[in-house]
Structures are given as structure tokens and as C-alpha cells.
Antibody
Framework: EVHLVESGGGLVQPGRSLRLSCAAS????????MHWVRQAPGMGLEWVSG????????DYADSVKGRFTISRDNAKNSLYLQMNSLRAEDMAFYYC???????????WGQGTLVIVSS | DIVMTQSPDSLAVSLGERATIKCKSS????????????LAWYQQKPGQPPKLLIY???SRESGVPDRFSGSGSGTDFTLTISSLQAEDVAVYYC?????????FGQGTKLEIK
């Protein structure tokens, strides 16, 4: 069974950094692209970043480009999101999702909450 | 970037009746290389992550009840629930998933009338 478990969320001051992790299990991790999607409380879904199986193709939403860095460690079946220069508008639940080039985002984690506040 | 726009923003339908949600993309998501529309639909219930319902605009994900169906091509798409059940109360999102962007619609909240 596919499992995605995010961690690393919490309270952080504006301008500071945070690193999120996503532990994957139940599938061959390096067969798939992975993504981060966020959702501010009570709001809609916003795609943040995606990375292909071998880290050879990486994409970012304009809203986080230059501040966030996605990475993965296939040996550890893990996905990461390094978030720098955090802003109030980055406050959200952050989900990791498995991306299939044909089927969309077919599995999602439960999310981790990032609160940006002084 | 491709902008996805859903209508309506909210919808109230009686149990057993049909629910229809529209999604429009700012440019075509039909790719000539394989004649596929890179359009997905997701269901999100309160306190849960989204769940994939439909991919390629009209292909139902495994385990999704057949009362859910998707249609459309190019820039205009529809999600239809043929006979609304109480467990279908949720927010529904469309998404185009052809890299380098994977934009979502703003969501449609579906409730029971």
C-alpha cells in the first residue's frame, strides 16, 4: 500500500527557513515524479513544485521560485522541500503527492502545517 | 501559465439528483502527441487530502464509483455525478497536469439541498 508521510512543519518567523520531508513507502520511489502542493486554511489547492524521478527536471510555481528548493533522495525514499525567506502568505498545509505523467497526482500524504508568524 | 476556472463556486443538489461541475482552461490541455487531455478531477473532504477521481479528462481512477464521470476536450471539461449520495459532499477541483505547471481550479463546494 502506498504511504506518503510529511513532516517538518511548525511555527516559523517571517524571513526564516524550514525544511519539509516526505517519507514514501509501498512503491518503487524512483519510478515516479513527486510534487509538493499547498493549501492555505479554508482555501484552494496550489501546486508548489515538482521533481522527476532522477532530479533531472525540476519545476516551481512563480510564487516560490528563488525561495524554495525541492530535492529527493531515492536511496532513502524521501522527498524534501527547503523553504527560505518565508512569508505570511506561505502559511498552509503542505502535501506531498506522487505524480504520474499520465494519471495526475494519484497518491497524497496527510499534509504538514506551516505557520508563518512573528 | 495555464489558468483553470471552475463554475459554479458552490452547488447544492438534492440526494439522488445529478450534479454538474464545469472547468475551463485558458489554453488547450489536449496534446497532439498522444491525443490525450491532461485534465484531472479531485475530491477533497474536510480534514482529508485530495483524492484522484478522474484522469485524462474521462478515465475513472480504480475504485471510484461509476456515478462519477468526466467529459470534455481541449479547454472545456465537465465532472458529472449522476445520482448524488450523502458521501459525495466535498470540494471538487480540476487540474491540468502537463509540465511545467500543474495548475488547479479554485474548487467547487458541493452540498446537499
Amino acid at each position: 500500500e502506498v504511504h506518503l508521510v510529511e513532516s517538518g512543519g511548525g511555527l516559523v518567523q517571517p524571513g526564516r527557513s524550514l525544511r519539509l520531508s516526505c517519507a514514501a513507502s509501498g512503491f518503487t520511489f524512483d519510478d515516479y515524479a513527486m510534487h509538493w502542493v499547498r493549501q492555505a486554511p479554508g482555501m484552494g489547492l496550489e501546486w508548489v513544485s515538482g521533481i522527476n524521478w532522477n532530479s533531472g527536471r525540476i519545476d516551481y510555481a512563480d510564487s516560490v521560485k528563488g525561495r524554495f528548493t525541492i530535492s529527493r533522495d531515492n536511496a532513502k525514499n524521501s522527498l524534501y522541500l527547503q523553504m527560505n525567506s518565508l512569508r505570511a502568505e506561505d502559511m498552509a498545509f503542505y502535501y506531498c503527492a506522487r505524480g504520474d505523467v499520465d494519471y495526475g497526482f494519484d497518491y497524497w500524504g496527510q499534509g504538514t502545517l506551516v505557520i508563518v508568524s512573528s | 501559465d495555464i489558468v483553470m476556472t471552475q463554475s459554479p463556486d458552490s452547488l447544492a443538489v438534492s440526494l439522488g439528483e445529478r450534479a454538474t461541475i464545469k472547468c475551463k482552461s485558458s489554453q488547450s490541455v489536449l496534446y497532439s502527441s498522444n491525443d490525450k487531455n491532461y485534465l484531472a478531477w479531485y475530491q477533497q473532504k474536510p480534514g482529508q487530502p485530495p483524492k484522484l477521481l478522474i484522469y485524462w479528462a474521462s478515465s475513472r481512477e480504480s475504485g471510484v464509483p461509476d456515478r462519477f464521470s468526466g467529459s470534455g476536450s481541449g479547454t472545456d471539461f465537465t465532472l458529472t455525478i449522476s445520482s448524488l449520495q450523502a458521501e459525495d459532499v466535498a470540494v471538487y477541483y480540476c487540474q491540468q497536469y502537463y509540465r511545467p505547471s500543474y495548475s488547479f481550479g479554485q474548487g467547487t463546494k458541493l452540498e446537499i439541498k
